[in-house]
């Protein structure tokens, strides 16, 4: 197992509120409640809260960094209390330095809570969205801000829906062996430059940049626009990646895979990945390898691995030789043609 040459990795420290206003507030109808105070303050984490136990009074293990999710069960108990016991509470949570805090299910903030975080500039939304769907979306768009981002060379094709990220020396031929892959069908995700996001502990999504997106440059012809070239069958905006295979030009000295016995894997960041080295030789067809090691993939995913059958079927064929010589030596004594 190696690990794969990173050209960048980023991962976002925080964000602000402000910003995650303007992303959120249209896909999750998110409406700002308050007076636009606070909206510089920071999220640094993905992980949101519910703070029910700190509006009872226990905050000694209040997250209190965290997005807050207010729902019905928070709103209920606020509603018992009185205008005093309303306010006592909210104050323990207003001390705290919060990034901000929704309202699901179309709550309505109490005059209390307004006047408490417009004094502590604590930004306060709404929204008509359930708890649960909203804490599963808002986490999900967090997740995604806040995942460790990589920049990798190569050209990066889904290939009979496997992702197929192509890398290798300048002028190898990446670029080339994707054009003729989208020619014979598949789909462009990204080319030169493919940001890999990682999504849970063992997902890598690929995608290209915002300014390249589906451009590739051949060398000799210069500059492809492959949406325009092929049609939006030919693209796609993003895909997991399942195979990294280097293109390498014929080395006698290094020992390539013959059998497919041992799958070898590379690291990207913590995350291990199918890995192929492939020598590029005159007259071998590296689109149509591609092709097979995308089905052998997939077969693979699905029980069959095609070495480890072919070794068990040697292994009892060998048991008993003689027996297996004599039914080949019939075989061609009925073979006519």
């Not at 997106?213 to 905006?237: C, Q, T």
Request: aromatic share 10%.
């Amino acid at each position: 197992m190696k690990d794969v040459d990173i050209d960048a990795f980023v991962k976002k420290e925080d964000i602000t509120v402000e910003y995650f206003f303007e992303k959120a507030k249209e896909k999750f109808n998110i409406k700002l409640l308050t007076n636009a105070l606070g909206m510089e303050r920071k999220i640094i984490e993905q992980n949101l809260h519910r703070p029910g136990l700190a509006l009872a009074g226990f905050v000694d293990l209040f997250s209190y960094k965290r997005v807050q999710i207010c729902g019905n069960t928070e709103y209920k108990y606020l509603s018992q209390l009185s205008h005093e016991q309303r306010i006592n509470s909210l104050e323990k949570l207003f001390k705290f330095e919060l990034p901000c805090i929704i309202l699901t299910d179309s709550n309505k903030p109490t005059s209390e809570m307004i006047e408490l975080a417009e004094k502590f500039g604590i930004p306060v939304f709404g929204t008509d969205y359930p708890t649960t769907k909203l804490t599963y979306l808002v986490s999900d768009f967090l997740d995604d801000q806040f995942a460790p981002t990589y920049s990798i060379h190569g050209s990066f094709v889904d290939v009979y829906g496997v992702g197929m990220l192509f890398t290798g020396s300048s002028g190898i031929g990446k670029s080339e062996v994707a054009l003729d892959l989208v020619e014979r069908g598949h789909r462009l995700v990204a080319d030169d430059v493919v940001i890999l996001t990682k999504k849970g502990e063992r997902i890598l999504m690929g995608s290209g940049t915002n300014l390249v997106k589906h451009f590739m440059e051949i060398r000799g012809i210069g500059i492809l626009d492959i949406r325009s070239m092929f049609g939006v069958r030919a693209i796609r905006y993003q895909k997991r990646l399942e195979i990294i295979i280097e293109l390498e030009h014929w080395n006698k000295e290094h020992e390539y895979t013959r059998t497919g016995l041992e799958n070898k894997t590379v690291k990207v960041g913590d995350v291990e990945i199918p890995y192929v080295r492939l020598p590029i030789l005159p007259g071998k067809n590296i689109t149509v390898v591609s092709e097979v090691l995308a089905l052998n993939y997939l077969l693979k995913h699905y029980g069959f691995d095609a070495a480890k059958v072919l070794k068990k079927n040697l292994a009892t064929k060998l048991k008993d030789q003689s027996s297996h010589i004599d039914r080949v030596i019939d075989d061609f004594e009925h073979d006519f043609e």
